[in-house]
């Protein structure tokens, strides 16, 4: 990974930019109507339009509370130590001195609304000028993170000091209520993905089974195929609801005349698996829809380009802290990020990386630690006694065919263990002390359970005839795999 040292000052010698930063909880990647049309996003397409999409942005972690230390750091959870959410396994809380407090100390007037989930203290203690939100999981009412955000901004004169503004909002989070809140019936139909249909569940480690039969994914066992829409749906509406508020964020923005003057991050904390592998919800999985996210970042308008941009070069979460500091002129420590500023204002092409590292160790007090090596080309996460996973991206896309065990394939597999391996003890990641426990929070010494196949899954409604003749099968691909 490259490392770049942050100048301090801005560029011209201006006053730095104001910022706006607004995530979502648990949206994925295709969670924007841009990249996919089922969801109705017209406020994030509309600031994608004006700004660059990072179609590759990754979180380290697939769990609220160690991903948001990262975005809030720019360390990974090996370095921040929170590895579960607070309250759960591994859920310590946040330790260190975050984004806000270095902007607030340098001169910016800040405030953060919304969910904060780091730890039991007030967000106020990290040096916020203004606060508002719930300390842990609990639901935050999004109109008010909008609200306060509204007047935060009316209160902000054209003349003032920088504002940096942090919007934590709960959706489409509010998924989790879908065993109270789903109609039986679907109102649209939203198609179940490829990967429902295909995942042959046999070939997969199996705490992904075990989260759908003994965990939260319960709720749809036995279930059939309007469950399944209706929880993509569901989610959709979801996503809309986080949609609006931002665009009422947005326009206040504009009415105060702030918007040409601020830099604006859109993203969210980790994904959600909407269906995708017969699973739902996030858990101990490291497939795409949990690990990339949307990013938008529109500069200040005296940088912003003549026409949209979308990128596929890897980021992740990480980067955004060393972002928001060049951008701010601000000195910071060591990060495990690299900042986007360069490539945002046009000056110089993004210091790529080569691989994307990511770090699960928990839901609630069932412990499964993961780690991911995911390059441009391949995926290989391995699991803590419960084996490991190879998907030929190339080829595989959807992540349908686990290659781990294809001799073929045995190559490629030991170029990347040897990668993370590596990582990992540069790194001081501890993933080989961290035991797997049972759901109860007692350590499993019970060693890899029997598979259950895909035929016997209890997940998997019988088809109806129709649906057997439309059925969709993956399509024969190559088992060659190129060498990394």
Request: glycine residues 8%; contains cysteine; aromatic residues 10%.
């Amino acid at each position: 990974m490259c490392k770049r040292r942050i100048r301090l000052g801005s560029a011209n010698g201006n006053q730095p930019p104001s910022i706006l930063f607004v995530f979502s909880d648990q949206q994925h990647w295709e969670a924007v109507g841009f990249a996919d049309a089922s969801f109705e996003t017209p406020n994030q397409t509309r600031l994608a339009s004006e700004g660059i999409v990072f179609r590759n942005a990754f979180c380290t972690t697939p769990q609220c509370s160690p991903s948001r230390s990262s975005i809030m750091t720019g360390l990974y959870p090996s370095r921040t130590g929170v590895w579960g959410n607070i309250g759960s396994a591994g859920g310590n809380p946040l330790q260190m001195r975050t984004i806000g407090a270095r902007l607030r100390e340098s001169g910016y007037r800040t405030a953060y609304f919304g969910k904060w989930h780091l730890g039991k203290d007030p967000v106020g203690t990290d040096g916020w000028d203004e606060d508002f939100g719930v300390t842990g999981p609990e639901t935050t009412d999004d109109r008010e993170v909008t609200r306060r955000a509204i007047r935060f901004l009316q209160a902000t004169g054209k003349t003032d000091r920088p504002f940096a503004l942090f919007l934590s909002y709960n959706n489409p989070h509010d998924i989790y209520h879908f065993d109270g809140e789903s109609d039986p019936t679907p109102k649209r139909a939203v198609a179940l993905p490829p990967t429902w249909h295909d995942k042959d569940l046999a070939t997969v480690p199996f705490v992904q089974q075990q989260f759908m039969t003994e965990d939260q994914g319960r709720i749809m066992t036995g279930t059939g195929y309007p469950a399944w829409e209706r929880y993509r749906e569901l989610y959709r509406e979801k996503v809309k609801l986080y949609d609006e508020e931002l665009g009422r964020v947005l326009a206040a923005l504009k009415d105060r005349d702030l918007d040409d003057s601020t830099l604006v991050i859109a993203t969210s904390d980790h994904g959600d698996m909407d269906g995708q592998h017969r699973l739902i919800y996030k858990g101990p999985f490291m497939y795409e829809h949990m690990m990339r996210v949307p990013l938008i970042i529109r500069p200040p308008a005296a940088s912003r380009r003549k026409r949209a941009l979308t990128v596929d070069f890897h980021t992740v979460n990480v980067d955004l802290v060393p972002t928001l500091a060049e951008f701010a002129g601000i000195e910071l420590p060591d990060t495990d990020g690299v900042s986007l500023k360069p490539f945002i204002e046009h000056q110089a092409p993004f210091c790529a990386r080569q691989f994307v590292i990511g770090q699960y160790y928990s839901k609630q007090k069932w412990v499964n630690p993961i780690r991911m090596v995911r390059t441009a080309h391949y995926k290989y996460n391995r699991y803590q006694k419960h084996g490991e996973e190879l998907y030929d991206l190339a080829t595989d896309p959807l992540e349908l065919q686990n290659r781990a065990h294809d001799p073929d394939c045995n190559h490629v597999k030991q170029e990347l263990a040897s990668i993370l391996t590596h990582w990992m003890d540069d790194n001081g990641d501890p993933f080989d002390t961290q035991l797997p426990t049972t759901r109860e929070g007692a350590v499993d010494d019970s060693g890899r359970r029997e598979q259950i196949t895909s035929g016997d899954c209890p997940n998997r409604p019988p088809l109806s005839s129709t649906e057997k003749a439309g059925k969709r099968t993956a399509k024969q691909r190559s088992m060659t795999c190129p060498s990394v």
